[in-house]
Every structure is written in C-alpha cells, then in structure tokens.
C-alpha cells in the first residue's frame, strides 16, 4: 500500500461507512435522447474525460435523459466537478470484504462537493468517464470530507476504475 493511500484509508473509509447505504447503477454508455451524439468506441490509447453531474430520477428542463438498465435518469447538463478537480483516485477494500473507488478532492472541489451534497439530498452524483456513465451513487448526507466513495463489484474493478479516472495509460 502506497504512502498516498495509507494516508488516505482512515478518511476514504469514513466516507465509505457514509455512503454504504447508496444505490450505484450499473455501468452503462449514456446517450442523451434529446439529441446526442452516440458514444464512439473509444481509442484505449486516450485519456478520457471525467465529470460529476447532479442526477435525478425525475425528468425536468434542460436535463439529459440517460438510459441505464434499470430505466432512465436525467443529469445537469453542466458537471459540477471534473478530473481537475480530483487529488486522488484509489482502489479500496472495507473489512467485510466490500470493494470501493475513493476520489479525493481538492479544497475548490471539496468545496463545491459539499455545497452540491447539501443541496441535493436524495440526488445522485453521476460519475461519467468519456461518454460511459460508470456510477450514480445516492447522496444521502452532507459530504463534508471532500471525499468520495462507491462500491464497484471486485478488486479488479476498483483498481480498473480507479486508473481510468486518474489517466493512467495501462487500462
């Protein structure tokens, strides 16, 4: 475990407990209804873009429509934090076995995460990586550690996820 990390457990687990009772959705291609573009493939060679929009189940004006299986949710057109924003991104184990992705944000980011998770209780946080919608987790309380964490179903999808939001170029 890097030093990074070790430094980062004791806050990334405290804001895993926060947010074990959230709802992920499934990875899903987003594909707006209200005219947008299909998603391309996308050349594994390209550091895609990462953003964070508000996201609700309700439909309202100016929202995308995005297509997830379980149905449809509708994100801000516009992200509220994006991979500038990010300090870290980290694969995660809990002591009951649960794998996680933990983002760390700068002061601005953590600033804008707080005031987002305040207002918006009960919205989701949609995580998008290029076109591809990869997590929405519930905000169910006030973020105040500038830290993020949802769950993903094994190691190797934690640590995948974790690499694709930081950029790396082994996928």
Known sequence: MSLTTRALLPSLLAAVLTLAGCQNMPSTSPQASSGGAPPSAADSRTVQPVAIYLAQLQPGPEL???QVPEGIIYLQPRPILTRKDLTEAAALADRQGGNFVGL????DGAERLRGASRENAGAMLAL???RELVAAPRITEPLERGILAFKVPSVQAAESLAARIRGDSAR
């Open 64 to 66: 995308v429509t995005v």
């Open 104 to 107: 760390r944000f700068t002061s």
């Open 128 to 130: 998008v990586i290029g």
